[in-house]
């Protein structure tokens, strides 16, 4: 009986002292708020939809214009604007403004601008379609430009099917997109930009939003799906 008292006492002993450790373990030091599950169920109501979906919402219908923006859009072509900025105008963004940049960034840097994989997903599905494919972008026009060869081998458009390149952006004090959207009777235009979709909405067609790049070097990013509109999932890359 004796031995059985000692064998408690020796259990009761241990888990004391494994309970007054734990009482001395010192908290970690807080380096941020934290966040609770119930914080983490908390989301955006944003309007999110797949390049399935996208598919699926125009079974039926029959072959259309589509209209993409580009920087951002379709290509990540941060590295020519980065470039651009630090040669041209390193302290502001009036490389911007430049005629030099935009002759560059047209005919020679794109060649160091990534393709979007959503990108290339959303063009594919359209040709798929029948659908004819615009790209209308905001830079400035030039004499001459390659970036219409550069999408076209990026995003992998047969010759026959690649519509040259838009340059709305000559008056920046107008949204000159809205005019080429109308000219080409698109019914969904691709971008990034709140100015992409502020356009569809003027012309009452579909404006459909892509994530910009958290490494872009156009800041500050907007806040997709803020009108109300679609916004892709995974289209940041």
Request: hydrophobic letters at 40%.
């Amino acid at each position: 009986m004796r031995k059985v008292v000692l064998a408690f006492s020796a259990i009761a002993l241990a888990v004391g002292l494994s309970g007054a450790a734990q009482a001395k373990v010192q908290v970690p030091e807080q380096v941020s708020t934290g966040v609770t599950t119930a914080e983490l169920s908390q989301r955006q109501a944003v309007h999110w939809v797949s390049v399935a979906q996208i598919e699926k919402s125009l079974q039926n219908k029959p072959p259309m214009a589509v209209g993409f923006d580009i920087d951002d859009t379709v290509l990540f072509s941060s590295p020519g604007f980065y470039r651009g900025q630090l040669e041209y105008s390193p302290n502001d963004n009036s490389y911007l403004k430049n005629p030099q940049f935009w002759e560059k960034m047209n005919n020679e840097w794109d060649k160091f601008s990534m393709p979007k994989q959503i990108g290339i997903d959303l063009v594919q599905m359209h040709l798929k379609r029948g659908d004819d494919i615009y790209f209308i972008t905001g830079r400035t026009r030039t004499k001459t430009e390659t970036v219409t060869k550069y999408l076209q081998e990026d995003l992998h458009i047969p010759v026959n099917k690649m519509n040259s390149v838009i340059f709305a952006g000559d008056d920046p004090g107008k949204n000159n997109k809205i005019s080429w959207m109308k000219d080409h009777k698109l019914e969904i235009y691709y971008g990034d930009a709140d100015a992409d979709i502020a356009a569809a909405r003027e012309l009452n067609i579909r404006g459909i939003r892509i994530l910009r790049a958290s490494n872009s070097s156009y800041q500050p990013l907007p806040k997709a799906g803020k009108f109300g509109e679609e916004v892709v999932i995974n289209s940041e890359y």
